[in-house]
């Protein structure tokens, strides 16, 4: 974990699809998972506003969706890449569209449009890519938001059932004590959950707290053409996704653009000489990947636990506690046979299968999650906890089910309609 100004959304693909109407009600329709405690009328108006403070590009229209009012950037092209992909969806009959992207398509926000450049999950050098620094930041520090960087908050202090502040150690290694009214925590699914474990804010010890992880389970299929495309050149999140099969099967079938040059060769294994020419020949600019997304379902024994050591910034260490559920595995099977035949479909001659992709925990949702009962979720629908009603959670630990599309957008509505309840509880 890394901590910084704009938070994971500095290395973000900066793709922000919506969840389904049908992922907030998945108890209601499937008999498995949760419901969430609101609906997605009630968070679309929210899902608009932060599309408008992102900027982002994106073709209207798209039948998987309901029709969304927030104006959009005009699409970022989706290249001879895209181009293929749709070949393949197109021959199968299967839905595809262009995706949302946080990405400059023209200039706005006083910001230049991408430059093709790549690779975005260092980070953008010309700030093409929308992220919350930019989006946000700089219209909160106008109205006099005190930033505070550099500081590790270790404990909020529960006194009498309310949170009076906020113990943390300031740049210098001082610890220090901020009184508050309010506390907001926005971790994301570890970060969260290691604060207020660490600070004891449960009354239930073995409470919903910290239980409930979800990630999103990825697997890749990647196709290899005689004919060149321009997979390194545009945003890395930014092409054409599938989803065919989303409302049955709870897959998206994604296109990604092919990373760098070393990227490819590393990932060529141990090869030398003649042969690893050949296969950066074959492959650099000549592959197309599939990535197979999958809903990850609430299990209260997948979870995040504390150790007893304690790390270098003063809290106590994390323990993850997850294993890949039977049903992920058969999604992501089910995924890789319909990623394998559309890249058939679209002209692929060899097609490589990554059926569990290393290194893709990048969603950390669930631990504490949103509901009616404290029994079995920590915060209302407003993000404040049940049991300290003036500690409000906004960020994706609050999801009560995971969907099978990035949660950045949902993430960025959830915190808007956080802080409007804010706004209200302040006022009142």
Same mark, same amino acid.
């Given at each position: 974990m890394w901590n910084g100004v704009g938070g994971s959304t500095i290395t973000w693909a900066a793709h922000v699809p919506r969840?389904?109407?049908?992922?907030?009600?998945?108890?209601?329709?499937?008999?498995?998972?949760?419901?969430?405690?609101?609906?997605?009328?009630?968070l679309e108006p929210y899902y608009d506003l932060n599309d408008i403070a992102l900027g982002v590009a994106g073709l209207a229209g798209d039948p998987a969706y309901p029709p969304k009012r927030s104006p959009r950037l005009p699409p970022l092209p989706i290249g001879r890449m895209g181009r293929t992909a749709a070949r393949g969806f197109d021959a199968l009959g299967w839905h595809w569209w262009p995706v949302d992207a946080a990405v400059n398509s023209g200039p706005h926000g006083g910001r230049p449009p991408c430059s093709n450049a790549g690779p975005c999950l260092l980070g953008c050098p010309i700030?093409?890519?929308?992220?919350?620094?930019?989006?946000?930041?700089?219209?909160?520090?106008? +109205?006099?938001?005190?930033?505070?960087?550099?500081?590790?908050?270790? !404990?909020?202090?529960? +006194?009498? #059932?309310?949170?009076?502040?906020?113990?943390? +150690?300031?740049?210098?290694?001082v610890t220090q004590e901020q009184p508050a009214d309010l506390v907001v925590?926005?971790?994301?699914?570890?970060?969260?959950?290691?604060?207020?474990?660490?600070?004891?804010?449960? /009354?239930?010890?073995?409470?919903?707290l910290g239980r409930y992880l979800m990630f999103h389970p990825v697997a890749y299929a990647r196709g290899m053409f005689h004919e060149e495309l321009d997979g390194p050149s545009g945003p890395v #999140?930014?092409?054409?996704?599938?989803?065919?099969f989303y409302e049955?099967?709870?897959?998206?079938?994604?296109?990604?653009? &092919?990373?760098? @040059?070393?990227?490819?060769? @590393?990932?060529l294994g141990p090869v030398w000489g003649?042969?690893?020419?050949?296969?950066?020949?074959? &492959?650099?600019?000549?592959?197309?990947?599939?990535?197979?997304?999958?809903?990850?379902?609430? !299990?209260?024994?997948? /979870?995040?636990?504390?150790?007893?050591?304690?790390?270098?910034?003063g809290l106590p260490g994390v323990r993850i506690e997850y294993a890949l559920s039977e049903n992920a595995r058969?999604?992501?099977?089910?995924? @890789?046979?319909r990623a394998e035949e559309m890249l058939r479909a679209a002209g692929a001659y060899r097609v490589v299968r990554v059926p569990l992709a290393p290194l893709t925990g990048w969603h950390l949702l669930g631990t504490a999650r949103m509901g009616?009962?404290?029994?079995?979720?920590?915060?209302?629908?407003?993000?404040?906890?049940?049991?300290?009603?003036?500690?409000?959670?906004?960020?994706?630990?609050?999801?009560?089910?995971?969907?099978?599309?990035?949660?950045?957008?949902?993430?960025?509505?959830?915190?808007?309609?956080?802080?409007?309840?804010?706004?209200?509880?302040?006022?009142?």
């Amino acid at each position: 974990m890394w901590n910084g100004v704009g938070g994971s959304t500095i290395t973000w693909a900066a793709h922000v699809p919506r969840l389904h109407p049908s992922d907030l009600h998945r108890r209601t329709l499937d008999g498995v998972g949760d419901d969430w405690p609101f609906s997605y009328q009630d968070l679309e108006p929210y899902y608009d506003l932060n599309d408008i403070a992102l900027g982002v590009a994106g073709l209207a229209g798209d039948p998987a969706y309901p029709p969304k009012r927030s104006p959009r950037l005009p699409p970022l092209p989706i290249g001879r890449m895209g181009r293929t992909a749709a070949r393949g969806f197109d021959a199968l009959g299967w839905h595809w569209w262009p995706v949302d992207a946080a990405v400059n398509s023209g200039p706005h926000g006083g910001r230049p449009p991408c430059s093709n450049a790549g690779p975005c999950l260092l980070g953008c050098p010309i700030r093409a890519k929308s992220s919350a620094d930019l989006a946000y930041w700089p219209a909160a520090l106008w +109205r006099g938001v005190d930033l505070r960087t550099g500081c590790i908050a270790q !404990e909020i202090v529960v +006194r009498g #059932g309310r949170a009076a502040a906020v113990v943390y +150690r300031d740049p210098a290694g001082v610890t220090q004590e901020q009184p508050a009214d309010l506390v907001v925590v926005a971790g994301n699914g570890v970060g969260t959950a290691r604060l207020l474990l660490a600070s004891k804010v449960a /009354r239930d010890p073995d409470g919903p707290l910290g239980r409930y992880l979800m990630f999103h389970p990825v697997a890749y299929a990647r196709g290899m053409f005689h004919e060149e495309l321009d997979g390194p050149s545009g945003p890395v #999140g930014a092409c054409v996704y599938s989803h065919e099969f989303y409302e049955t099967q709870h897959i998206q079938l994604q296109i990604t653009r &092919e990373n760098s @040059l070393l990227a490819q060769a @590393l990932r060529l294994g141990p090869v030398w000489g003649a042969a690893a020419h050949r296969l950066v020949r074959e &492959e650099f600019r000549h592959s197309l990947s599939v990535m197979v997304v999958a809903e990850d379902l609430p !299990e209260p024994a997948q /979870r995040v636990t504390l150790t007893r050591a304690t790390e270098a910034d003063g809290l106590p260490g994390v323990r993850i506690e997850y294993a890949l559920s039977e049903n992920a595995r058969r999604i992501l099977d089910f995924g @890789l046979d319909r990623a394998e035949e559309m890249l058939r479909a679209a002209g692929a001659y060899r097609v490589v299968r990554v059926p569990l992709a290393p290194l893709t925990g990048w969603h950390l949702l669930g631990t504490a999650r949103m509901g009616i009962d404290p029994a079995t979720s920590v915060t209302d629908a407003r993000g404040r906890l049940h049991d300290v009603p003036n500690i409000v959670v906004a960020d994706g630990s609050l999801f009560p089910t995971a969907g099978a599309v990035n949660p950045g957008a949902t993430i960025g509505a959830l915190a808007l309609r956080i802080a409007d309840g804010v706004a209200e509880d302040l006022a009142s």
